[in-house]
């Protein structure tokens, strides 16, 4: 079974530009979840998706946003981008259930995201 | 506020030693905590869970980590540690309440295994 996907593995933007990000979640997966990876501030939660809804929401501000297409393949997009944005973004599938947490999930390899 | 902590930014350990990464939680009602262990320029990878039952907890690699509600401890651990076990670990807790959830990570903790 393939594993999760996330493209384009390296990103180098701009500040002020807009980027998204794509995760293919292993096959049968429902749930996307995403992280942003810092070295100051480690793994910090972004947003979940479940069914083409976001179920649960991180601490950040509006400018990071996604969606969730029917095959269960899952955008983020970062407006107005700032250097602060610079991170490593994973993400995470797991299969569908009431409570995700309960469930592991698993990782892609990440986007590393560059803003100057 | 529910909180992890991995107060070793490092651990060294020798070969064929036993090793424990340390973690410790706060958070209101049962906790349900996890253990990732994140490879070079690769993604974070399920080790083991703790949700009820059995304080002592086997995952993946020879990994287990021993629950202690009275310490507030999920220690991760291993009888004896390989080259390959060097890595960066992350403790990790759910947080919320019902479907409103998320989870909370730990800041990682280095291990160095030497040969």
């Known amino acids: 079974k393939a594993g999760v996907t996330q493209t384009p593995r390296y990103l180098i933007k701009t500040r002020g530009q807009q980027v998204t990000l794509s995760c293919s979640p292993i096959?049968?997966?429902?749930?996307v979840s995403w992280y942003q990876q810092t070295p100051g501030q480690g793994l910090q939660f972004l947003f979940e998706?479940?069914?083409?809804?976001?179920?649960n929401k991180g601490n950040f501000p509006g400018r990071f946003s996604g969606r969730q297409f029917s095959n269960s393949r899952s955008e983020m997009n970062v407006s107005t981008l700032e250097l602060g944005d610079s991170a490593l973004y994973l993400c995470a599938s797991s299969l569908a259930g009431s409570y995700v947490p309960l469930w592991e999930q698993y990782f892609g390899p990440g986007t590393r995201l560059t803003v100057t | 506020a529910q909180s992890v902590a991995q107060p070793e930014d490092q651990v060294n350990v020798a070969e064929g030693n036993p090793l424990t990464v340390k973690c410790t939680y706060s958070?209101?009602?049962?906790?349900?905590l996890f253990w990732y262990v994140q490879y070079p320029n690769r993604g974070l990878q399920f080790l083991l869970k703790y949700i009820t039952g059995d304080n002592l907890v086997k995952g993946s690699y020879g990994f287990e980590a021993e629950f202690n509600k009275s310490q507030t401890s999920f220690h991760l651990k291993k009888p004896s540690a390989l080259v390959s076990d060097s890595a960066l670990y992350f403790c990790a807790v759910r947080s919320g309440r019902d479907s409103n959830y998320q989870l909370i990570w730990g800041a990682g903790t280095k291990l160095i295994i030497k040969p």
């Open positions: 096959s049968g997966h429902r749930s």
């Open positions: 998706y479940f069914s083409e809804t976001q179920r």
């Open positions: 958070v209101s009602g049962n906790p349900y």
